[in-house]
């Protein structure tokens, strides 16, 4: 899958890993857009202390409708952005956590899904969507895991729908704990988690897994696969 001149638009692109994809994906050659919640704009450099081109942008959760001009020029979006209130179960928190992690995620991810097709032989759009490791282990933060939770069951069910179509194909990122800003004893670097990240989307891999964990590696296969009959016999596409 090449990304060179393609244009990828990340969100939560001041985090730790929104900013180590940013890079990696500079050094594939594809063309940038920032999203971020931060007021400060997205300014980076590579490894040689040159600035790197992208285009920044404002948002808030809740006006993901805002940005359908912008990611009508992307082909791949990457929802990234989150937020980790650790032991806070007050009503605000729940609040805050299913609106960020899972509410805004899903409609950022259901506007993608319905723009225009693109003209007949242009590359497909892809939409990759980091679910975390809390999807299915615990994260020591019980709203994180619930609110991740949440989104990828509520990304299996879309999938279900993008069976044989070809507008836009979903990948999910299934990541282990690395270090950020929500989780600064993480074991893996971001920079790391980033460029497995890329080349397991480039070799064509629909399931993205990044975890010094062996038993993600033989669950999340299983717990999905398992997902997927459980919605193809409870659940219907709309008409």
Known sequence: MPLRGRTIAVTGASG???????????GQGAQLIALS????????????????????????????????????????LVINHGVNVYGDRSAAAIERSLEVNALSAWRLLELFLRLPERPAGSPCREVWVNTSEAELLPALSPLYEISKRLLGQ???????????????????????????????????????????VIAQARRGFGLIIVT??????????????LRHLYGRL?????S
Do not use: K
């Open 16 to 26: 730790a890993l929104g900013t180590a994809l940013l890079r990696a994906l500079h």
């Open 37 to 76: 919640t931060a007021s400060e704009p997205v300014a980076l450099s590579d490894g040689e202390g040159q600035t790197i081109p992208l285009r920044g942008l404002s948002w808030c959760c809740g006006q993901e409708q805002a940005l359908e001009a912008c990611l009508g020029e992307v082909d791949i």
């Open 154 to 196: 509520l990304l299996s069910l879309r999938a279900l729908d993008r069976q044989g179509e070809n507008p836009c194909r979903i990948r999910r990122l299934v990541l282990g704990p690395f270090r950020s800003a929500l989780n600064p004893y993480g074991v893996m670097g971001a920079g790391f988690v980033a460029g497995q």
């Open 212 to 225: 010094p964990n062996p038993i993600t590696l033989v669950l999340v296969p299983v717990q999905m696969g």
């Open 234 to 238: 409870f659940s219907r596409a709309a």
